[in-house]
């Protein structure tokens, strides 16, 4: 649950305005990050291409170059596409904070930024960069034989091949807003039932949890073991899951405690897996470009309000059996061309979180 | 008797930020301030709607920095109602304010 390779990072501060800037400079350094920061988009851009930084923190009301348009150079630019983005701003209307997400922004903070809740998101973006780095860096390894051969000399062991099979991501939302409303013992103690619960319905279905990441997870149904049915046993288990969280919420509830929600994305299709890590410690895991949607599916619950999303082959795999709802196309970042997006429908809506 | 600004929230930034840090970034913002304002009579005069609603939407994101409360109230009105809430008098109303928490945060910075 807990990483330990958060080390100091390089970070971008983009405002327009002096006391936001120098403010959120001091309490990123506070934190032990080496920080810049840029009095617009354009010139934020041309320091972001010019390399070495980690993160970008970025308001959207800016001269010369605005937040939206950085999002979207940002998008369409190979090199900075992958660049996690925390947006702060003190934009009015629910329909900026989703614009913003859909640009490809990993958060937004509304300002004045809380220091905690600042903390919390920078790591789980870094984590989750540092994710996406590795997932690069292993797709590179395993593009050359020398490199593998290399590797397993070094004591790597390496052996990917290409499956067929379900990817899962699942977190839990407004995980930071939950940790500030209660001690920490209690957020332990929530943690831990909340994955003997949702390792409990994966295992069950026949999937394996290979990551926790913060307050998520990922699973893969179909490796290391072949599954016969991964897409459906995958859709299967989490509804489980959401329904486990429900009963969690209510046994809350009795207790006067807030409820918990969570957000799950399935992806079906090719992927590379294999063993990564040391002999000490290897990690099954896959690589590729379902796992790369089942993520951005994830985070797209957050968007269309939906519990569980599904791609394309997922439901196709589904046919009759499970019922979804077509919810049109979505262009991810990362993504070439719009992905069609399917909702499993269940007890279980993500509430709207202007509280319509 | 001191009102403008939060004590409550004053605390939290000194307590986040370091007291030192807050005493310069009131300065950075006293500096700052009065052009915001300005900036708000002279788009009005120009009926410039979208340089009024920036200028008004930094001061209120400044003001709440602060905990500025009635200052942010009062900018974030004007974000967003524009003109139609925009009158001389809502902006002299808007200067006092601001007047009343520059002096308030020079107390706390002297302190």
């Known amino acids: ?356 | 008797m001191a009102t403008a600004i939060d004590p409550i929230a004053f605390a939290e930034l000194q307590a986040s930020a370091g007291a030192d840090f807050v005493r310069e970034l009131i300065d950075t913002f006293l500096e700052e301030a009065p052009p915001m304002l300005a900036e708000l009579r002279e788009a009005l005069a120009g009926a410039r709607a979208e340089p009024f609603r920036r200028a008004a939407h930094s001061l209120k994101s400044n003001a709440s920095t602060f905990g500025a409360a009635t200052l942010a109230a009062m900018a974030r009105d004007l974000e967003l109602q524009g003109f139609a809430a925009a009158t001389p008098a809502a902006l002299a109303a808007l200067a006092q304010q601001y007047a009343a928490a520059a002096a308030e945060l020079k107390a706390l910075r002297d302190a």
């Open chain 1, 1 to 356: 649950m807990h990483e330990t390779h958060r080390g100091p990072a390089r970070l971008l501060v983009a405002d327009d305005n002096k006391v936001n800037r120098l403010l959120l400079t001091r309490s990123l350094e506070l934190q032990g990050h080496s920080v810049a920061s840029a009095p617009n988009g354009r010139v934020a851009l041309e320091m972001l291409r010019d390399g070495g930084f980690d993160l970008l923190l970025l308001d959207m009301e800016m001269p010369e170059m605005n937040g939206f348009e950085v999002l979207e150079q940002l998008a369409a630019d190979r090199a900075l596409r992958d660049l996690p983005v925390i947006v702060t701003s003190s934009l009015e209307g629910l329909g900026n904070v989703v614009r913003c997400i859909e640009l490809g922004a990993e958060d937004y903070l509304a300002k004045p930024v809380n220091a905690v809740l600042l903390k919390a998101r920078i790591g789980a973006s870094l984590e989750k960069k540092r994710l996406r780095d590795q997932q690069k860096e292993l797709v590179r390894r395993f593009a050359t034989s020398e490199v593998a051969q290399d590797l397993q000399q070094s004591g790597f062991a390496l052996a990917g091949r290409r499956v067929r099979g379900t990817v899962m991501f699942c977190d839990i939302r407004d995980f930071t807003a939950l940790v500030e409303s209660q001690p920490p013992e209690e957020t332990i103690e929530l943690l831990n039932t909340f994955y003997t619960l949702m390792f409990d319905a994966i295992s069950g279905n026949g999937g394996v949890v290979n990551q926790m990441i913060g307050d998520g997870l990922m699973a893969i149904f179909g490796a290391p073991l072949p599954l016969a049915d991964h897409a459906g046993a995958a859709v299967r288990a989490a509804l489980e899951m959401i329904e486990l969280i429900e009963l969690l919420g209510s046994e809350r509830a009795e207790a006067g405690r807030a409820p918990i929600r969570i957000g799950i994305g399935v992806a079906t299709g090719e992927m590379v897996a294999g063993y990564t890590g040391t002999q000490q410690r290897a990690t099954y895991t896959c690589i590729g470009d379902t796992v790369n949607l089942a993520a951005r599916l994830e985070a797209h619950t957050k968007v269309a309000l939906r519990a569980i999303l599904v791609d394309a082959e997922t439901r196709a795999e589904l046919g009759d059996r499970i019922a979804t709802e077509a919810l049109g196309s979505v262009a991810f970042r990362g993504k070439a061309l719009p992905v069609e997006v399917f909702a499993v429908p269940c007890g279980a809506p993500v509430a709207d979180p202007s509280g319509g």
